[in-house]
């Protein structure tokens, strides 16, 4: 991570007094969100030569609540795919993920309990679950986006990665509107409808994924919640080639700036996907959000029975080599129809790298879906004692948050 002396600044002087509920806590920032006298980078030599003269809202909300931005995570180039130096914590020959790689590294080695990230198709969940960490996608539009660079304004939603679900209710608290910590809770699984979706027509899961999503149903099946199975919806392509129109046009016209400026500074995976944005039209674009919006509520009355969907998180651990950041093939639907995101970390592949599941929830019902999680997440957990396998447990958010402390 970067960092900047006027990262530094006290904030007693400019804040009201009173309870900061995270005081003291050292967070990261991804490379495509402003912080003062820090550089915003973007993951390309085009950016970052120049300190931000103001935070972006979000730090500007957690500076507030008394937590300081201690440095800049790498990103992917423009927050897409082309992968920058950071590796995965738990094996170097690994991919993070993307593109919020180094927010999720960071928080997955200790280096900073709390990290921001952003996500247009997959780039929170994706990483939080190769690297094994707490990943909170928030209902698309929840979270002021000042101060961000956005790709696609349609899609981009900033989120954040945390060590335990806990921490990152408690941040949540402090970004997304609506949410807070008094709010009532879910008292127990038995009250739960939850509906299982593998999401087969999106592309297949390897082995030991699958097994970590059936165990979690299973889980929860004994446990007395109600799981029903909904895995099989043609509807899922759908999404996903929607996603793909969104993204790309959009992706193309917010670089043109850059582009026009300087071309060759692009890597050739990204100036391929601003090529196929140019060949999408203006009317392409337009019918694709019209039918974006028609399932969107089609999809709130297909799943207005349940409190959430337990759905894979990524295709399996995540892959070694460094040149590729992953697949999103089971985030970018959740992410078009905006419903908020939680990747909780539940088991480790055969070689060691993490695995688990995807929690969604309604639009709108950010802090629910923290609730839920912060109650299932102890009982689908199934990793061996902490204290054998994490890197690094020394830095964790205030004492008073932590509900399961050792695990």
């Known amino acids: 991570m970067s960092t900047a002396s006027a990262s530094k600044t006290a904030i007693a002087h400019t804040l009201p007094t ?19 006298g820090m550089p ?8 970052g030569h120049s300190e931000a003269p103001y935070d972006a809202v979000c730090v500007a909300l957690l500076r507030r609540a008394g937590a300081i931005p201690v440095g800049k995570t790498v990103t992917a180039e423009f927050a897409y795919a082309f992968p920058g130096p950071t590796r995965n914590p738990w094996n170097s020959g690994h991919t993070p993920g993307g593109s919020s ?11 900073v309990p709390l990290a921001l990230g952003t996500q247009t198709g997959g780039s929170i969940i994706r990483p939080a679950a190769y690297c094994g960490v707490v990943g909170f996608k928030p209902t698309l539009k929840r979270v002021n986006a000042g101060g961000i660079k956005l790709l696609s304004p349609t899609l981009d939603t900033p989120g954040f990665f945390s060590r335990t679900v806990e921490d990152a209710s408690l941040a949540a608290s402090v970004i997304v509107p609506g949410c807070s910590v008094a709010a009532p809770k879910f008292l127990a699984p038995r009250n739960l409808y939850v509906a299982a979706m593998r999401c087969e027509a999106l592309g297949p899961l390897q082995a030991e994924a699958k097994k970590v999503f059936e165990s979690a149903a299973r889980t929860l099946q004994q446990a007395g919640a109600s799981v029903s199975d909904l895995s099989h919806d043609h509807e899922f392509q759908t999404l996903s080639r929607l996603h793909g129109i969104v993204m790309k046009y959009e992706m193309a016209r917010s670089l043109l700036p ?9 890597s050739p995976v990204l100036a391929a996907l601003l090529k196929q944005g140019w060949e999408i039209s203006d009317e392409e674009h337009q019918r694709a ?3 974006a919006d028609e399932l969107k509520l089609k999809w709130q009355d297909k799943l207005k029975d349940y409190d959430c969907v337990l759905t894979p998180s990524a295709e399996g651990p995540a ?10 093939t089971f985030n970018r639907v959740w992410t078009l129809l905006g419903w908020p995101a939680l990747h909780l970390p539940l088991d480790y592949s055969n070689t060691g790298l993490p695995l688990g599941v995807q929690l969604v929830g309604k639009h709108g019902q950010d802090f629910s879906l923290l609730q839920m999680g912060a109650l299932l997440h102890p009982l689908l957990d199934k990793r061996p004692s902490k204290d054998s396998v994490e890197i690094n447990t020394t830095t964790r958010l205030p004492q008073k948050i932590q509900a399961n402390q050792g695990r």
Request: charged share 5%; with cysteine; proline share 8%.
């Open 258 to 266: 850059e582009w026009s400026a300087s071309p060759s500074a692009f």
């Open 319 to 328: 892959p070694a080599g460094l040149s590729s950041t992953g697949q999103s």
């Open 40 to 47: 915003t980078g973007c993951g390309t030599p085009l950016h």
């Open 18 to 36: 009173g309870n900061l509920p995270l005081a003291g806590v050292p967070f990261g920032v991804k490379d495509v969100i402003d912080v003062t």
């Open 289 to 291: 959000l019209a039918l």
């Open 101 to 111: 790689s180094g927010s999720a590294a960071a928080v997955a080695s200790g280096s």
